[in-house]
């Protein structure tokens, strides 16, 4: 990008980031709200090492300031230094970036923070709530966790044709509607999930990636409400509403 990235690169550079520079190879539109691009790596995962949902920080000018997004990778392949990424569009310079993306095209990234520990013991079942922003990670877990069965609250996009690696022998989606800035998923989710957690016994493991609020929210009451032991409840806030 070619400028300085204030306070919060300063801030990764501190605590040891490393960065790189991607270049886009293909572009596809996968729905009119849903990009898909392949990029190279810059040496990256040689670097780095690959694990399921690795994400990384891409960096981008908004109206001349700096600007980082975090991005789940898709099908990384180390050896041949390449992977995909999925973009759900929206207003943004991250979503006019991605529109706008084609292939010679590069963007500098920042490796800091991402990170995965298989659940142990293994799950029972596992439940994840997702949006469009966090299928790509989603997908990740999913293929990571192979037999595993899953219950996905997924809000809003479930029947548009996004690329969903469900396997409906083993995975079940529930699709609720964006409703009250998430306080519908929120309130179907603690409807439905704690007899299912009854049902499943054994070890679940709750998984939570969707806007910051409702992310907090319910990973606040699977803990406590459903006493769900911390280290089964992963959660990460993907984007913030406005």
Not at 211 to 225: F, G, I, N, P, Q
Request: net charge negative; with cysteine.
């Amino acid at each position: 990008m070619g400028q300085g990235r204030g306070w919060e690169g300063a801030v990764l550079k501190l605590m040891r980031a490393k960065d790189f520079e991607f270049t886009v190879t293909d572009a596809e539109d996968v729905t009119p709200e849903f990009r898909r691009l392949r990029l190279t790596d810059g040496g990256m995962l040689a670097a780095t090492g690959v694990h399921p949902t690795m994400w990384v920080r891409l960096w981008f000018d908004n109206a001349g300031k700096p600007h980082q997004r975090g991005y789940t990778l898709v099908d990384p392949d180390a050896e041949a230094g390449t992977f995909g990424m999925e973009f759900a569009l929206h207003e943004g310079c991250a979503s006019d970036w991605a529109r706008a993306a084609k292939p010679g095209d590069t963007i500098e990234a920042t490796v800091q923070g991402t990170g995965f520990d298989f659940p142990e013991p293994a799950p029972s079942r596992v439940f994840a709530v997702a949006d469009p922003a966090s299928l790509p990670a989603l997908n990740s877990l999913l293929d990571a966790l192979g037999p595993v069965p899953a219950t996905i609250w997924f809000e809003g996009g479930a029947d548009e044709g996004l690329p969903f690696r469900t396997d409906p022998g083993r995975h079940e989606v529930r699709a609720v509607p964006r409703r009250d800035a998430g306080a519908h998923l929120v309130a179907r989710v603690k409807e439905e999930l704690p007899e299912l957690v009854r049902e499943a016994g054994g070890e679940p493991y709750v998984w939570i990636a969707c806007d910051t609020v409702t992310t907090r929210a319910l990973a606040s009451y699977a803990r406590k409400e459903l006493g769900v032991p911390k280290q089964r409840v992963n959660a990460l806030g993907y984007w913030r509403a406005t």
